[in-house]
T-cell receptor, first 112, second 114 residues
Framework: EADIYQTPRYLVIGTGKKITLECSQT?????MYWYQQDPGMELHLIHY???????EKGDLSSESTVSRIRTEHFPLTLESARPSHTSQYLC???????????FGSGTRLTVV | QKEVEQNSGPLSVPEGAIASLNCTYS??????FFWYRQYSGKSPELIMS????GDKEDGRFTAQLNKASQYVSLLIRDSQPSDSATYLC??????????????FGEGTQLTVNP
């Protein structure tokens, strides 16, 4: 049973549209992360949060933004989608004790 | 030098063999080490964690850590076709380097041939 949920699972959207990818976790974790991953390629950290009202940009420059108003919710928003945003987006939360991540099932985004 | 490096793949082994996956890391202050398995099109799944030098066994999986050599490995005994996936090494570096977040290697693609 998943403790971290991402919606939608798949999304096909037109260029210029605004989209929000949802990520929610029920484990009460403070630390959450967004990664971008192209097929067969490595994970790239794009945003992270260490708690409510705390957000930071990751290692990979991204045109997306995030917010953290509630502990359990960490949505990612693209104001104007472009074909270059086509990728898989993975959300993860981090366990306090052992530092391991639990990943959501991901959102596969296609911008046409 | 990358913070976390994995042996370049793809790695191919016959069914029943031992698959050996290797990972080196650059931050000597690193504290926690993880192996994730990622099937094609799926998200990474944690399969092993190790925090102290030596071996840690869980079923067919054994993680080995050598902090002096800055080296962590994953052995998969009696490899099965269902083990075919990309294996990601992840390291929690010292707090001065990157806070709490994990640094991931590029992954090693493993194929187990029936």
């Amino acid at each position: 049973e998943a403790d971290i949920y991402q919606t939608p699972r798949y999304l096909v959207i037109g260029t210029g549209k605004k989209i929000t990818l949802e990520c929610s976790q029920t484990m009460g974790h403070d630390k959450m992360y967004w990664y971008q991953q192209d097929p067969g390629m490595e994970l790239h950290l794009i945003h992270y949060s260490y708690g409510v009202n705390s957000t930071e940009k990751g290692d990979l420059s991204s045109e997306s933004t995030v917010s953290r108003i509630r502990t359990e919710h960490f949505p990612l928003t693209l104001e104007s989608a472009r074909p270059s945003h086509t990728s898989q987006y993975l959300c993860a939360s981090q366990h306090r004790g052992n530092y391991g991540y639990t990943f959501g099932s991901g959102t596969r985004l296609t911008v046409v | 030098q990358k913070e976390v490096e994995q042996n370049s793949g793809p790695l191919s082994v016959p069914e029943g063999a031992i698959a050996s996956l290797n990972c080196t890391y650059s931050d000597r202050g690193s504290q926690s080490f993880f192996w994730y398995r990622q099937y094609s099109g799926k998200s990474p799944e944690l399969i092993m964690s190790i925090y102290s030098n030596g071996d840690k066994e869980d079923g067919r999986f054994t993680a080995q850590l050598n902090k002096a050599s800055q080296y962590v490995s994953l052995l998969i005994r009696d490899s099965q076709p269902s083990d075919s996936a990309t294996y990601l090494c992840a390291v929690k570096a010292g707090a001065e380097t990157s806070g709490s977040r994990l640094t991931f290697g590029e992954g090693t693609q493993l194929t187990v041939n029936p």
